[in-house]
């Protein structure tokens, strides 16, 4: 079964700084997705940034950003020129690729136990 | 927006009670899950639909039960409430827009069972 382990429990930043989450994850397949989601105060779980497993090339959206490293089996998520909004939990999340069209067996999302993240004005 | 509600968004209830859990979706999507999160847990899957009573288990699904009678529903039945699931809840669809499938979640139900 996959493991994912969030190392940091909670994180400070300075408004406009760049912070690190940390993430690793534990599997024997080489086919995969990764995630990372945003948990604010309203519980909502909102999609920050997704990972394929077979893709070099690390993902950002805007202010976000991953180091992607497959042999580390490591899955950091970088906040660059943080605001009072990035405020959240921080969950990263592991999808196998397989099993899709035969059955969801394999789509569940495996959570780590998340990091806090206190941005400071 | 992936258009899923979840109703009700809190409730109390008394141990031994029945519960059932709603969530709803406007586009469509295949597959459906139900997590719950609790402190330390992140989510877990309970149980998860791949389509129209097609049901199955998730990691944490004792004391659930399941059911998907429409494309847009899918139901969360706790048979027999106990303090233990006391917990937020969340609805989840997968959604394969641009063959990217990502799992986006509804707002969540607190429950708490004194």
């Known amino acids: 079964a996959q493991t994912v382990t969030q190392s940091q429990p909670e994180m400070s930043v300075q408004e406009a700084e760049t912070v690190t989450l940390s993430c690793t994850y534990d599997?024997?397949?080489?086919?995969?997705?990764l995630f990372w989601y945003k948990q604010p105060p309203s519980r909502q779980m909102i999609l920050v940034i997704r990972q394929e497993a077979y893709k070099q090339q690390n993902a950002t959206e805007n202010r976000f950003s991953v180091n992607f490293q497959k042999a580390a089996k490591s899955f950091s998520l970088k906040i660059s020129d943080s605001q009072l909004g990035d405020a959240a939990m921080y969950f990263c999340?592991?999808?196998?690729?397989?099993?899709?069209?035969?059955?969801?067996?394999?789509?569940?999302?495996?959570f780590g136990g998340g990091t806090r993240v206190l941005v400071k004005p | 927006d992936a258009g899923i509600t979840q109703s009700p968004r809190h409730k109390v209830t008394e141990t031994g009670t029945p519960v059932t859990l709603r969530c709803h979706q406007t586009e469509n999507h295949r597959y459906m899950y139900w997590y719950r999160q609790d402190p330390g847990h992140g989510l877990r899957l309970i149980h998860y639909s791949y389509g129209v009573k097609d049901t199955d288990k998730g990691e944490v699904s004792d004391g659930y039960s399941v059911s998907r009678s429409k494309t847009e529903d899918f139901l969360l039945t706790l048979e027999s409430a106990t303090s233990s699931q006391t917990s937020v809840y969340f609805c989840?669809?997968?959604?394969?827009?641009?063959?990217?499938?990502?799992?986006?979640f509804g707002p969540g139900t607190r429950l708490l069972v004194l």
């Open positions: 999340a592991y999808r196998s690729a397989l099993g899709f069209w035969i059955k969801a067996a394999g789509n569940k999302l495996t």
């Open positions: 989840a669809i997968s959604d394969l827009r641009g063959n990217q499938e990502t799992q986006y």
């Open positions: 599997t024997s397949e080489s086919d995969y997705y």
